[in-house]
């Protein structure tokens, strides 16, 4: 038997993976996505295609929303599709992609107005942890509703209530913020390593085993170790991050010294063709500043 | 039966519960500590106790130093007490308190001059991996050495060979660069999820499932929220290693601006009144610079 109907914009990289738990959940699930190629295998798994966002929200108890930008979650919920207007009073809107705070105020106003229920639902943990259902989900909104929603969320990770709307866009920007500058530092640690004379590898492993214990030293720190720098998260994405990050703390009026380096650097990184590269190119940057960038490296000097 | 003989030189906070695990896995031990009362305790288990560093490592087969500074292993073994020229050839001279680079090197080269093994050995994970025996041991050294003194690293925690003398000393700073600038990142982040509205203690919670995830944010993050300063690691040793770490960037021509960030933010903790402050209240020196310092703050304006 169903547990409710649930409709899904956007079956990308995430919103794939994430449409396919809540199917094995089992959620009736109708899906919508901008190119028709890529839910194909989430019907064969069950799920419904709809041609519009319209159609694919019309008859559902909730949506969840993951496109690629604040702009186009706006774009196909209040703009050209007008998805949100298709919704049932008393549905359930979830935003799940990572946008900014005002956009996610902005957008819950706009789904109150008309009587739908509104949560920021951002995630941290990419595409292996959408897979596997393990996704850290940070939601915004008022705490009835996110009882409400908690079969679904649960149905793709871990949920913990932020506070108000907005806030679990902020939670993931501050994520962002974190992520950004542990990547900094943790390619620092390698350079100052591998410089020194000491293998940057046996490194990484002592330091995995105390304090300096970090996910990104973990999995990026391999990443560095191993040059491999094929996108995972691309720097350009990650300097998006932090000008996000950066706008909301101008309108807090906070100098965050760290964030605004982090900027600095992905920014440098991306202006000298790392734009594509995994965000652990951030040690190419460093090496690039620092006059030991390797001949025929993927980064322009 | 004795498994070897094993002198302790400084049996402080670390060494002290370091000795212990040596003699719970069956190692004769003898202590010396510059104050008599901290060596007691070891005595009821079995310890030996010397008057002189020089008697403790007379009769050893490995002598492990855990002393407060560089200068001070300097002048334990090659000053005033002369502990190495008392050593028997051959012995195996471990210094695992945290000293620089030059200065293990150069303790290194006095060693083997007069015929000693020597490894730099410093340790992460503080006293309560040190109590647990599960600490990162980081060893600079001739593998052969490394080998040789496995059992008695393993006591008291995971050893990782990084390479030649000296590079555990400098695995030991690049440890230091990344809890230094990860506490850094981890205050910015939770001052703005604080500014932002959101409850800091979700957001760590949040935070801890996905790719931000650090030993910092899950210690140094509740010691924050807790706005329990007590040291843990006071930020006047932080400013010693942030120091110690630029000076080797500085040897090998690198810049590394997080590095020098977190320098500046820590020493400015230390000079509004912050130095005996565990080394999260970097927390209130943002808050500081922000001008949202509370009233009645551990911290002078």
């Known amino acids: 038997m169903s547990r409710g109907k649930v409709a899904v914009l956007g079956t990308g990289l995430m919103g794939a993976p994430m449409a396919a738990n809540l199917l094995a959940a089992g959620f009736e699930v109708t899906v919508w996505n901008r190119s028709k190629e ?13 041609g519009t966002p319209a159609r694919a929200v019309a008859d559902a108890d909730t949506v969840i929303v993951m496109l690629s930008s604040g702009p186009v979650c706006e774009e196909v919920l209040f703009g050209e ?46 595409t292996p942890a959408a897979a596997a259902g393990t996704l850290s989900i940070m939601v915004g909104g008022e705490i009835d509703d996110v009882r409400k929603a908690n079969p679904v969320l649960s149905a793709m990770g871990r949920v ?23 990547i900094v530092a943790v390619s620092e640690a390698l350079l100052m390593a591998e ?19 970090s996910r990104i030293l973990e999995l990026h720190g391999q990443r560095i170790i191993s040059a491999n720098f094929e996108p995972g998260g691309p720097a350009k994405y990650q300097v998006k991050d932090t000008k996000a990050a ?3 703390a101008e309108k ?5 010294p760290v964030l605004r380096l982090a900027d600095e650097l992905f920014s440098s990184l991306v ?12 040690f190419l940057e460093l090496k690039r500043r620092n006059g030991v960038l390797p001949a025929g490296s993927a980064l322009r000097n």
Not at 83 to 91: I, N, V
């Open 81 to 126: 599709h007008d998805a949100a207007a298709a919704m049932r009073k008393g549905a359930m809107l979830i935003v799940m992609s990572s946008i900014g705070m005002e956009e996610a105020q902005s957008l819950a106003a706009k789904a109150g107005a008309i009587g739908l229920r509104w949560l920021d639902a951002p995630v941290s943990g990419g």
């Open 252 to 256: 807090l009026d906070l100098d965050l």
């Open 271 to 282: 202006d000298h063709g790392g734009g594509d590269l995994d965000h652990s190119a951030l």
């Open 246 to 248: 950066l706008e909301v």
């Open 160 to 182: 913990v209530h932020i506070g108000p709307a907005g806030t679990g866009a902020l939670a993931k920007l501050v994520n962002q913020l974190l992520v950004a500058s542990t």
């Open 38 to 50: 890529k839910a194909g295998s989430l019907a064969s798994r069950g799920a419904g295609l709809a």
């Open 195 to 213: 410089k020194g004379g000491a293998d940057p590898a046996k490194v990484r492993e002592a330091l995995l085993g105390g304090f300096a214990f």
